[in-house]
């Protein structure tokens, strides 16, 4: 017998008799979801892990990248990035894919990332990236020192469960994201930034226009 | 090679060398107390908590029910996302095939996510003796690693060194570093680390990991971790080879909205950890083009078949229970000589071994704190009686359990019994009264082996039975 046909075998004697349990889902699937107060919570969470979070009106979108990033160049962005996040960004701006994919060493050696998201989590200050649209591959989103992510309020959920819900096809890379990378392996104090970005930056736009 | 999940003496001999070791004390009190607060101060801000560990261990229950179904699809729904699925009865055997994935990418040097299952495997042995240097990459791994030490817990490998302790480490390990300015300061030395591993994550073209989630419907993997080294093993190599307990599946993707929650407000005692990362086998253009799966049996199907203790296989390796116990508190990780230590470790390793170190179950006071923080609801308690039941007892114990059970099979030998007992305890109930109490720290051989480990309380000085005669029945 084979590893697979003998492991399944035993475990299949050992458990002859079983019969599944339901499973209670008391617990909260949905929270809160006034924008205000989401906006509010997501921001706490995110300040708490020291992120920086900065507020804007839709139409002020360009110039609060160009202020997030003022001094930082170069700017990797994934393909499908808007061009009209960029309008105000006087610094160079790397494409992924445009016409090759960045190099390793492209990303290694970038000032900054801009990205969007799929979903955010409120409640646990958690972006979501899903290499969906504005995100691109998981390699953009982890090397470059710092990141920056564009959060549409009308991303933002309460809750995890309504955040993978959300999620449009949970067979893509995903990657959830709380604050800069960080670690508590020294006397299990918390220091923020090790491996990941050192760096992150949240632009909540208000509402969408 | 030892074995990973057994010590070389059992516990009571390797925790009264522990306990004289006034420094780890020292460092795992500071550590456990602040870990305990932290998840004290997150769980109580959900007011679904109960329910949550409800949903959790009833999940973990009906993935235990329907194992060998589910991961049949798991196998299936991989496959088909382009991973190659490996099935090991045991350590050795799921050992061989890493190394000869290793093996034909023609690495000499992998970058390892921090992964329980490879540990426990003894797989950083097994690579080194085909010539492969297999590299931690969590900070408290990187510690213990260059410290050619063991880890002492799940989470925290490293709990027990302080700050100083890894500075001076760090001077004499890594090779960049400016011995005379690295300082103690935890950022400083994390900062170290960064730089350490930086070129290695860059360069690597084979990854190791484990996997917290396994989701049977849809193949994915899931890793929780917080440095960001998880994403750049996951991420940047050609070939990612994960090692993961056949217990570790969920049934289905919206299972682990449960265990999202649960995990992280145990273990670190954060509302979330920095990163999660989910992927399911290959995806083109992004991430590890060969993407392999290797599913580990190693103990689990026959504690799978005890159904008291297969409730040790729902653990999702919070390591809530080691911060909260006294035991651990006071010994530390290494006392345990399994890579599981603390109160899961107590029952966990000596069923994955059928036996292995069967002291274990009694490394605990039976408090219960362990099951209140667990967040599946493992009763820890209950598995640790029925283990001190079905394992062999301790030399010392055989001869008394057995005199025991003799005694008590007869009302009349019991009397005598207990008559006899408190005629001998006489003389000693003085002496335990002098020091406020009614137990005996010492009793003389042979029963000084009971006494090594523990107080012998005093029969009391009256038997109800024989207070029940003298005060007569209770008037109708």
């Known amino acids: ?209 | 090679m030892s074995n990973p999940l057994v010590g070389n003496r059992p516990f009571p001999r390797a925790a009264r060398t522990a306990l004289r070791d006034a420094q780890l004390r020292a460092n795992l009190r500071m550590a456990t107390g602040t870990i305990r607060a932290k998840r004290a101060a997150v769980v109580s801000e959900m007011d679904d908590w109960e329910d949550l560990r409800a949903a959790g261990a009833a999940i973990k229950a009906d993935v235990l029910a329907r194992l060998p179904d589910l991961l049949v699809e798991f196998e299936a729904a991989a496959t088909a996302a382009g991973a190659v699925v490996h099935w090991a009865r045991d350590a050795a055997e799921a050992c061989a095939i890493v190394a000869d994935l290793v093996r034909e990418t023609g690495a000499t040097e992998v970058v390892k996510v921090k992964s329980m299952a490879t540990q426990e495997i003894g797989l950083n042995e097994a690579l080194a003796a085909v010539g492969v240097e297999a590299v931690e990459t969590d900070l408290a791994e990187l510690i213990v690693q260059l410290a050619d030490d063991r880890p002492s817990h799940i989470l925290v490998p490293a709990i027990h060194y302080n700050r100083t302790q890894i500075r001076d480490l760090f001077a004499r390990r890594m090779a960049a570093v400016d011995a005379t300015a690295l300082t103690d300061d935890p950022p400083a030395l994390t900062a170290a680390a960064r730089a350490h591993l930086r070129e290695k994550f860059l360069t690597a073209k084979v990854a190791i990991s484990g996997a917290n989630f396994a989701v049977a419907q849809t193949g994915t993997l899931v890793v929780v971790e917080s440095e960001g080294n998880g994403r750049m093993c996951l991420s940047l190599p050609e070939t990612l080879i994960s090692v993961v307990g056949v217990e570790k599946l969920v049934p289905t993707f919206a299972d682990l909205e449960v265990f999202l929650q649960l995990l992280p407000r145990s273990s670190t005692g954060e509302r979330i950890n920095p990163y999660t990362s989910m992927w399911t086998g290959v995806t083109p253009g992004d991430g590890p083009q060969n993407v392999h799966i290797v599913l580990v049996d190693n103990g689990r199907s026959h504690t799978l078949a005890d159904p008291v203790g297969r409730q040790a296989l729902w653990c999702i390796r919070c390591s809530a229970c080691l911060n909260v116990c006294p035991v651990y508190e006071r010994v530390g990780g290494h006392a345990y000589g399994s890579v599981y230590p603390g109160p899961i470790g107590a029952i966990l390793s000596p069923q994955l071994t059928r036996g292995g170190d069967p002291s274990l179950p009694y490394a605990s006071t039976l408090c219960g704190a362990c099951y209140d923080v667990c967040p599946v609801k493992i009763n820890i308690p209950e598995v640790l009686v029925h283990l001190r039941q079905t394992l062999r007892h301790p030399v010392a114990e055989r001869p008394a359990m057995r005199a025991l059970a003799w005694v008590m099979r007869d009302r009349r030998r019991y009397a005598a019994a207990l008559r006899a007992a408190r005629a001998g305890a006489a003389p000693l109930r003085g002496l335990a009264r002098r020091r406020g109490g009614t137990t005996v720290r010492r009793l003389p051989w042979p029963l000084s082996a009971w006494t090594a480990h523990r107080d012998a309380p005093l029969p009391p000085a009256q038997t109800f039975r024989d207070w029940w005669r003298a005060s007569g029945r209770p008037q109708a």
């Open chain 1, 1 to 209: 017998m084979n590893a697979r046909e003998e492991i399944l075998a035993r475990l299949r004697s050992a458990r002859a008799d079983a019969v599944p349990p339901p499973v209670p889902r008391q617990y909260r699937r949905a929270g809160e979801t006034d924008p205000a107060r989401l906006a509010e919570m997501l921001t706490d969470r995110l300040v708490d892990y020291r992120a920086g979070v900065h507020p804007c009106a839709p139409d002020a979108l360009a110039a609060t990248v160009a202020t997030v990033l003022a001094g930082v160049t170069p700017l990797v962005v994934p393909p499908d990035l808007p061009e009209d996040w960029l309008t105000a960004y006087p610094g160079v701006v790397h494409r992924d894919g445009d016409p090759q994919p960045l190099t390793l060493a492209d990303l290694d050696g970038a000032g900054a990332v801009l990205t969007g998201c799929a979903v955010a989590i409120a409640q646990t200050g958690t972006i979501v990236l899903d290499t969906g649209a504005a995100q691109g591959r998981r390699a953009l989103t982890l090397v470059p020192d710092h990141h920056v992510c564009v959060v549409r309020l009308k991303q933002v959920v309460a809750t995890v469960p309504e955040a993978l819900a959300r999620l449009a096809d949970p067979t893509r890379p995903l990657t959830f994201v709380s604050g800069p990378s960080a670690t508590s392996d020294i006397e299990l104090n918390r220091v923020e930034g090790v491996h990941g970005p050192r760096r992150l930056d949240v632009i909540l736009v208000s509402a969408d226009g």
